[in-house]
Each structure stands twice: as structure tokens, then as C-alpha cells.
Nanobody
Framework: VQLVESGGGSVQAGGSLGLSCAAS????????LGWFRQVPGKEREGVAS???????NYADSVKGRFTISKDNSKDVLYLQMNSLKPEDTAMYYC????????????????WGRGTQVTVSS
């Protein structure tokens, strides 16, 4: 599977952005899809995930502000980000989890190339 993220950009604090992740190629049924983010020099952080049943999980830092969703018919994963803060600035990566592996192993899946999100104060 190949993943292409889009929707990143620059926004002022308090603004919103919507990220998309389109899958193509040899798409397999994944148990979990999600988003990570990383700032240079810092460890990557799991932002949000959604499993095959539609259950979602969020990092404490984004709860109540970000919403993950997916469109199974289009093989697209979304991340709606509201009330953005400067500390949300990072490269955001879409991850397509390996078959049968639960969300706690999401990082073993296939990664996209990322899309940059920059939030200014």
C-alpha cells in the first residue's frame, strides 16, 4: 500500500486544518489506521488511531480538538484539527497498520511521507 498525505499548511493559533491520507496500490484490510507526528529532535508522538470497529483513541494533548475518521469506500483516512496550538506544529504522518495487529502496534505499519503543519502564535 502507498499512502499520500495532504492538507497540511500554515495556520494561526486557534485555527483549523483537515488532513487527508489516500491509500493506493495493494490495499489490504488493516486492523488499525492512525496518525503520528514528529518535531525534529523530538520523539514521534501517536496522535490518533481508529480501529476496524471504528473505535478511536487520542493523545491527551489533542483530545477534544482533533477528530480521526475514515472512509472505507474511498480508502481515505482523515484528521480534523481544530483549536490548533503552536505546540501542534510538526510533520504529520499517516500510518496503515499491518493486518491483524491491534492499534498498539500501529507504528509497525506502512508510513506515508508526511505533511507539515505549522501553527503560529
Amino acid at each position: 500500500v502507498q499512502l499520500v498525505e495532504s492538507g497540511g499548511g500554515s495556520v494561526q493559533a486557534g485555527g483549523s486544518l483537515g488532513l487527508s491520507c489516500a491509500a493506493s496500490g495493494d490495499i489490504y484490510s488493516s486492523s488499525c489506521l492512525g496518525w503520528f507526528r514528529q518535531v525534529p529532535g523530538k520523539e514521534r508522538e501517536g496522535v490518533a488511531s481508529i480501529d476496524s470497529a471504528g473505535s478511536t483513541n487520542y493523545a491527551d494533548s489533542v483530545k477534544g480538538r482533533f477528530t480521526i475518521s475514515k472512509d472505507n469506500s474511498k480508502d481515505v483516512l482523515y484528521l480534523q484539527m481544530n483549536s490548533l496550538k503552536p505546540e501542534d506544529t510538526a510533520m504529520y504522518y499517516c500510518v496503515w497498520g499491518k493486518e491483524l495487529l491491534p492499534c498498539e502496534y500501529l507504528d509497525y505499519g506502512t508510513w506515508g511521507r508526511g505533511t507539515q503543519v505549522t501553527v503560529s502564535s
